[in-house]
């Protein structure tokens, strides 16, 4: 199974690093999208076929906190995994996006923590063999 990665930040260094990183991470990856806020984020979600959303929080136009409460007003796109990765320093904020089930990665990150985190949220089989 190829895994489409819809990666959302408003930092398009971000975007590459962290595209950068999930195309070296092992997983068996099918297509990456990018979007630069929660409102083109939600607009690739109804265009693409997407299997994870990894999503920043502050952005203009629409935070990814946002994006995330649409996405879970909506049958379709409830499901998908979402991590989020943010500087974000409110505890309270973390907590209440991990109660509605979204996965939580503090900037700055290291390649081997979005990797054993992808591992986590979508399970070892969508890895290749020898990626640790
Ligand atoms: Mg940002």
Do not use: C, Y
Not at 2 to 26: H, P, W
Not at 35 to 58: F, K, Q, Y
Not at 95 to 117: A, T, Y
Not at 118 to 132: A, C, I, Q
């Amino acid at each position: 199974m190829a895994v489409n990665v819809l990666i959302v930040d408003d930092s398009a260094v971000m975007r590459a690093m962290i595209q950068k990183t999930v195309q070296l991470s092992g997983l068996q990856l099918g297509e990456i999208h990018q979007a630069a806020n929660g409102r083109e984020g939600l607009e690739a979600l109804e265009r693409e076929w997407i299997d994870l959303v990894i999503a920043d929080i502050n952005m203009p136009v629409m935070t990814g906190e946002e994006m995330i409460e649409h996405m879970q007003a909506s049958p379709n796109l409830k499901t998908i995994p979402t991590i989020v990765i943010s500087t974000e320093g409110s505890q309270t904020r973390i907590d209440r996006l991990q109660r509605k089930g979204v996965h939580f990665i503090h900037k700055p990150f290291s390649p081997e923590i979005i990797r054993d985190k992808v591992k986590n949220v979508l399970g070892k089989g969508v890895f290749h063999e020898r990626s640790g």
